[in-house]
C-alpha cells in the first residue's frame, strides 16, 4: 500500500519560534499533496493545497504567510508555521494524491502534534 | 458542496458485521464515494471508494444506493481495532480533487 511518512510526529516550541514539518511520501510520487489541520474532538479542515514546483493554493482564512508551504519534490512537501503562537496548538496531517485525477486516492501521514507554550 | 450524513456514533459487538451508513441525498454524476477511517491520534486511512457498483476489498465492503443518494459501508467482523471515527466522502470531481471532511461516525466495538 502507499505510505506517507510525517516528521516529526510531535514537537514543542515556544511562542515566537518557527516550526517545520515534512510530509514524503515513501514510495510513490505525488505531485499534489494537501495539508490539513484538526483541534480535538473535531474534524479535518483543509489548510491548503500543495503543488509541486508551483505555489500552494490556500484556504479561505489560512494565512500564507505564517503558514508556508514548499512542495521542493515530488515526494515532499513541508509546512512551516512561522511565528508559532499557542493557538497555533493543534495536529497537523498531511496527504499525498495518487492516481489519475478523478479516480485518485489520498494516503495520509500520521500526523504532527504542534504544542506551542 | 455536495454534502455527507452520518450517525454521530454507533457502537457494535466484537466479531459481529457493522453497517455504518451514509445519505448523500445532492450527489452528483461523477462524484466518488470515499471512505476514510481515523484511530486516536492518528492520520485517517483510506477504506475503500466507489461510483455506482458495491465494491469490496480487504479491509470491507461498500454498498451503494442504486439512485447512488446512500451507502452503507460494511465491516464483516469487527474487531477492537475497528473502533474509530468514519467518513463517508464526496470526492468532488471539480473542486481540486481534495477531500472535504464531515464529522463523521464514532464507532465504538465492545468485547
Known amino acids: 500500500g502507499a505510505v506517507v511518512s510525517q516528521h516529526p510526529s510531535w514537537v514543542i516550541c515556544k511562542s515566537g519560534t518557527s516550526v517545520k514539518i515534512e510530509c514524503r511520501s515513501l514510495?510513490?510520487?505525488?505531485?499534489?499533496m494537501f495539508w490539513y489541520r484538526q483541534f480535538p474532538k473535531q474534524s479535518l479542515m483543509l489548510m491548503a493545497t500543495s503543488n509541486e514546483g508551483s505555489k500552494a493554493t490556500y484556504e479561505q482564512g489560512v494565512e500564507k504567510d505564517k503558514f508556508l508551504i514548499n512542495h521542493a519534490s515530488l515526494t515532499l512537501s513541508t509546512l512551516t508555521v512561522t511565528s508559532a503562537h499557542p493557538e497555533d496548538s493543534s495536529f497537523y496531517i498531511c496527504?499525498?494524491?495518487?492516481?489519475?485525477?478523478?479516480?485518485?486516492?489520498?494516503?495520509f501521514g500520521p500526523g504532527t502534534r504542534l504544542t506551542v507554550l | 458542496d455536495a454534502k455527507t450524513t452520518q450517525p454521530n456514533s454507533m457502537e457494535s459487538n466484537e466479531e459481529e458485521p457493522v453497517h455504518l451508513p451514509c445519505n448523500h441525498s445532492?450527489?452528483?454524476?461523477?462524484?466518488?464515494i470515499h471512505w476514510y477511517r481515523q484511530l486516536p491520534s492518528q492520520g485517517p486511512e483510506y477504506v475503500i471508494h466507489?461510483?455506482?457498483s458495491n465494491v469490496n476489498n480487504r479491509m470491507a465492503s461498500l454498498a451503494i444506493a442504486e439512485d447512488r443518494k446512500s451507502s452503507t459501508l460494511i465491516l464483516h467482523r469487527a474487531t477492537l481495532r475497528d473502533a474509530a471515527v468514519y467518513y463517508c466522502i464526496l470526492k468532488e470531481r471539480n473542486a481540486g480533487n481534495m477531500l472535504t471532511f464531515g464529522g463523521g461516525t464514532r464507532l465504538m466495538v465492545k468485547p
Open positions: 445532492t450527489i452528483s454524476g461523477t462524484d466518488y
Open positions: 514510495d510513490f510520487q505525488a505531485t499534489t
Open positions: 496527504s499525498a494524491r495518487r492516481g489519475a485525477a478523478g479516480t485518485d486516492t489520498q494516503y
Open positions: 466507489g461510483l455506482t
